[in-house]
């Protein structure tokens, strides 16, 4: 398996609060991906990465923020979380970019 | 709008049987296409994808996939099921010029003893 960590695995907490969720890879890929992952809507992008410090929206990027001042490390921010971004994120990687080519084993987030 | 559908929530083969997951897509442009697998609790991981050539694309775990550009469909085929097979499948497209991809809502797949 590619060398991506997600943490934390798990996360609870309250509307309101902010929430840091860390993706951690040992193969050097120079892209990095946030999605999100629900019931009935397939996995949807939230924000990429193209290089340290460089960083993009997705599709869903509205309430959520990124910074990747390593290659390894992209942190995905909630600054005010809400009930709607209950749901499982998952960090992919990709050498070339354009497609995910592996993808860390998600954070199932809950917001109450 | 650039979109690709898995018209089927759900798909039960019983093992032994061949297997087809669907998939269709309306993309400008010359679209990548892919499949991706997830297993319970896991990320998803890459199968198979087309880029251009034979349409009959051959990939991870026994599984082909068949570019069709004239239905634009990506139908995921495997000739004999195995009940490991059990599992949420995904189409995804790349459209013809972007840099990326778009994710259909996934197939799950029960493979029966």
């Known amino acids: 398996d590619a060398g991506i960590t997600q943490s934390p695995r798990h996360k609870v907490t309250e509307t309101g609060t902010p929430v840091t969720l860390r993706c951690h890879q040992t193969e050097n890929h120079r892209y990095m991906y946030w999605y999100r992952q629900d019931p009935g809507h397939g996995l949807r992008l939230i924000h990429y990465?193209?290089?340290?410090?460089?960083?993009d929206k997705g599709e869903v990027s509205d309430g959520y923020s990124v910074s990747r001042s390593k290659t390894e490390d992209f942190l995905l921010t909630l600054e005010s979380a809400t009930s709607s971004q209950t749901s499982v994120y998952f960090c992919?990687?990709?050498?070339?970019?354009?497609?995910?080519?592996?993808f860390g084993d998600g954070t199932r987030l809950s917001i109450l | 709008a650039q979109s690709v559908a898995q018209p089927e929530d759900q798909v039960n083969v019983a093992e032994g049987n061949p297997l087809t997951v669907k998939c269709t897509y309306s993309?400008?442009?010359?679209?990548?296409l892919f499949w991706y697998v997830q297993y319970p609790n896991r990320g998803l991981q890459f199968l198979l994808k087309?880029?251009?050539?034979?349409?009959l694309v051959k990939g991870s775990y026994g599984f082909e996939a068949e570019f069709n550009k004239s239905q634009t469909s990506f139908h995921l085929k495997k000739p004999s099921a195995l009940v490991s097979d059990s599992a949420l499948y995904f189409c995804?497209?790349?459209?013809?010029?972007?840099?990326?991809?778009?994710f259909g809502k996934g197939t799950r797949l029960h493979i029966l003893p």
């Open positions: 990465s193209y290089g340290v410090k460089d960083t």
């Open positions: 087309y880029i251009t050539g034979d349409n």
């Open positions: 992919a990687i990709s050498e070339t970019g354009g497609e995910p080519q592996h």
């Open positions: 993309v400008s442009g010359n679209p990548y």
């Open positions: 995804a497209v790349r459209p013809g010029g972007d840099d990326k991809i778009i």
